[in-house]
T-cell receptor, first 116, second 111 residues
Framework: NAGVMQNPRHLVRRRGQEARLRCSPM?????VYWYRQLPEEGLKFMVY????????ESGMPKERFSAEFPKEGPSILRIQQVVRGDSAAYFC??????????????FGPGTRLTVL | RKEVEQDPGPFNVPEGATVAFNCTYS??????FFWYRQDCRKEPKLLMS???SGNEDGRFTAQLNRASQYISLLIRDSKLSDSATYLC????????????FGKGTRLSVIA
């Protein structure tokens, strides 16, 4: 039973290029969260998606960042025209939905983005 | 005020020591509370959930005080393998809502 998978694990981009980060949730999970961890900082929520829907994007920067979770395939976090300040570890977490109450979020290994 | 605040440490303790971490949170609507562990350059992993009644898992004991909005983690008989960053984590609302992470407290257990 594979856990949450993210790829690539490391991504290097030059300023102005695009970065695409992929997240495949655990089998049976239909909810995905993206978090960003800047150097020496805690994880910060970016966006919460369900299949084909964005549920909460309150943590997503208004420009250059977008996310999707199509019916088929992984969730994608896309960063256009990257800047040095985008260098960070990007983690995704998946969960199932079981109604009220907390459902554990399982984290992937992260993608480390370096912008030169 | 930050949503979740922790002492960043580092805490450098000898093997066998008892160490305690504290955390405060600002959102009184939060319903679920956790301690995660993060090793260097790895993903966070759930260590334990935290309940008002307190819960214990081997050498680890967690406690929640809702009135004071305070969470604690006690590690007894520290092992070298306990060296990591410990993250205080609060669910923003109730049921499938984002997690809010503290910056973490770094622990180094020394032989």
């Amino acid at each position: 039973n594979a856990g949450v998978m993210q790829n690539p694990r490391h991504l290097v981009r030059r300023r102005g290029q695009e970065a695409r980060l992929r997240c495949s949730p655990m089998k049976g999970h239909s909810h995905v969260y993206w978090y960003r961890q800047l150097p020496e900082e805690g994880l910060k929520f970016m966006v919460y998606l369900q299949k084909e829907n964005i549920i909460d994007e309150s943590g997503m920067p208004k420009e250059r960042f977008s996310a999707e979770f199509p019916k088929e395939g992984p969730s994608i976090l896309r960063i256009q025209q990257v800047v040095r300040g985008d260098s960070a570890a990007y983690f995704c977490a998946s969960t199932t939905y079981a109604g009220a109450g907390y459902n554990e979020q399982f984290f992937g290994p992260g993608t480390r983005l370096t912008v030169l | 005020r930050k949503e979740v605040e922790q002492d960043p440490g580092p805490f450098n303790v000898p093997e066998g020591a008892t160490v305690a971490f504290n955390c405060t949170y600002s959102n009184s609507a939060s319903q679920s509370f956790f301690w995660y562990r993060q090793d260097c350059r790895k993903e966070p992993k759930l260590l334990m959930s935290v309940y008002s009644s307190g819960n214990e898992d081997g050498r680890f004991t967690a406690q929640l005080n809702r009135a004071s909005q305070y969470i604690s983690l006690l590690i007894r008989d520290s092992k070298l393998s306990d060296s990591a960053t410990y993250l205080c984590v609060v669910e923003r609302g109730s049921g499938n809502t984002p997690l809010v992470f503290g910056k973490g407290t770094r622990l180094s257990v020394i032989a």
